[in-house]
């Protein structure tokens, strides 16, 4: 037999390997001695226990004896012990637990106390703002009350004052138009007096012209040429007077007027028709024609003709295939004049083509380029034109939106709402108004006679005494190219002086672009 086996195996028991049935009978008899000395120290003592049942009955030596010791009708010995020691278990835990919650109701009841305080201070502070609160509630409405009172008559004052001011205002507006109308009265009687001797004076000259074509009448000639210096003397000075210090312009001649009924139809690039006050700039006519100006315009002083059903000024250029020929709407052979046309505007348009065909007649647009004056404005000295695309983009004028523009009344409008009929500062009265396409036109910024203005590459300016000065922004666009922010629509006036004022500087009206170029 191997014996070194033998003691590796009970060199790996342990205690209880060993000894356990020993230990485990030595706990069985203890148990059973416990129990034994229990029950005969408990029927020895049976009646001092019963006696004292209440505090004995939960006992460890009395819990396993209960049911012999006190006895219960109806009730087993096994039930009654049963139920005693249900009865001790809940007693020793409810006695246990209260004792390890303590703590923690002792901290929820602390806790409890301090938001009750907590509760108790944050209400005594929301009283005392409240207090506060009605306090400078009460202090305001007190001290709004009596601002009140003093403002209200103060203000009662300035209402009476504001509407005496205004009576005033209004008493002076109506005196100084009052003057102004008996101004414009005088002006216009001044005007036609000076028209009236402009007309005498050159009869008188065609009279005098005649007599001196033939001998026999020399005399008279003679004589007559001495009374034509005996009067057109003082009247030149009148004359004068009149044009430089009352500011009378009389004007002979009505201003031409290329312009459309505003319901012609104009037949458009997709085919369908639009009434020519319909059109907007950037419109493509037809044969792929660009408007690239809208022109508005009063009827005032304007002979309307019926072209074959076209509604069109007489002086507006049409051509003639028969003659191959330009010719004015008022001679044209089948044209008719209209005796009552009352409509208050009349359009026309620019065009990149520069024209505009209405039911088969081709029209020019409104600069009338054809023949010799589109040569010279094709030989023109500032900038190669190659084709009449080009008219538009180089030689086009016109101003930025907000352009100043003063009234003669002294209002300063941009020139985007200047409209027609407006008078100017320069007594100029405004009988047309243009909208002209910017998305393909040179612009830049302008400094001139301490005026700054914006807009398109060819304003012309107006200049009465030395007319070798610049009279174009042409001439400043050889030196300097300072280019702006396309500006997608630019505007210009038509007046009945032909120019008009921008700060320090009197520049021509629209039709100068061109006519400058013509001339």
Not at 6 to 13: A, H, P, R, T
Not at 221 to 229: D, E, H, R
Not at 324 to 345: E, F, Q
Request: aromatic share 12%; with cysteine; net charge neutral.
């Amino acid at each position: 037999m191997d014996t070194n086996n033998i003691k590796k195996v009970y060199s790996k028991l342990n205690y209880f390997d060993q000894y356990g049935a020993s230990f485990l009978l030595f706990i069985i008899i203890t148990i059973a001695l416990f129990i034994i000395i229990s029950y005969c120290f408990t029927m020895i003592n049976i009646q001092p226990i019963l006696d004292d049942w209440g505090n004995q009955r939960c006992k460890i030596n009395i819990i396993p004896f209960a049911g012999y010791i006190s006895k219960h009708d109806g009730v087993s010995n096994e039930d009654y012990n049963y139920q005693n020691f249900v009865y001790c278990t809940q007693n020793i835990l409810s006695s246990i637990t209260g004792a390890m919650v303590e703590p923690i109701t002792f901290i929820t009841k602390s806790f409890g106390t301090v938001t009750d305080d907590i509760k108790n201070a944050i209400n005594d502070i929301r009283a005392m703002f409240d207090k506060i609160r009605t306090f400078f509630q009460t202090m305001t409405q007190e001290l709004m009350g009596r601002i009140l009172n003093m403002t209200i008559p103060l203000q009662q004052i300035v209402i009476s004052m504001r509407d005496v001011i205004g009576k005033m205002q209004g008493t002076m507006t109506a005196g100084l138009f009052t003057l102004l109308g008996a101004f414009y009265a005088l002006q216009s009687l001044m005007g036609a007096i000076a028209e009236f001797i402009i007309i005498i004076l050159i009869t008188l000259a065609a009279m005098i012209a005649v007599f001196w074509i033939f001998p026999f009448t020399w005399g008279m000639a003679i004589s007559f040429t001495g009374i034509f210096i005996a009067i057109v003397i003082p009247m030149a000075i009148i004359l004068a007077f009149m044009l430089d210090v009352l500011g009378v312009k009389p004007d002979l001649s009505i201003p031409k007027l290329k312009c459309f009924d505003e319901n012609t139809p104009i037949l458009m690039k997709n085919g369908k028709y639009k009434t020519i006050n319909d059109i907007h700039l950037g419109d493509v006519l037809s044969e792929n024609n660009y408007v690239t100006a809208i022109i508005k315009v009063t009827t005032i002083g304007s002979k309307m003709y019926d072209l074959d059903g076209i509604i069109v000024s007489n002086s507006h250029i049409v051509y003639l295939p028969e003659s191959d020929k330009w010719i004015p709407v008022s001679i044209h052979p089948r044209a008719t004049p209209l005796c009552n046309y009352n409509k208050p505007y009349l359009y026309c348009l620019n065009t990149s083509n520069k024209t505009i065909t209405v039911n088969n007649y081709l029209f020019t647009d409104w600069d009338e380029i054809y023949g010799e004056t589109l040569t010279k404005v094709k030989n023109n000295p500032f900038i190669k034109i190659n084709n009449n695309n080009d008219i538009h983009k180089f030689l086009d004028g016109g101003f930025s939106q907000d352009t100043k523009i003063k009234l003669l009344i002294g209002e300063e409008r941009n020139i985007c709402d200047i409209r027609i009929g407006d008078i100017l500062e320069n007594n100029s009265v405004v009988y047309g108004v243009v909208e002209i396409d910017g998305t393909d036109i040179l612009q830049y910024n302008y400094e001139f006679l301490n005026t700054s203005f914006q807009g398109g590459p060819n304003l012309a300016i107006y200049e009465k005494k030395n007319k070798q000065t610049i009279h174009t922004t042409l001439e400043f666009n050889k030196n300097k190219h300072i280019h702006k922010t396309q500006s997608q629509k630019l505007y210009h006036l038509l007046t009945n002086s032909k120019t008009f004022q921008v700060g320090n500087i009197q520049f021509q009206d629209y039709n100068g672009c061109i006519d400058f170029i013509n001339s």
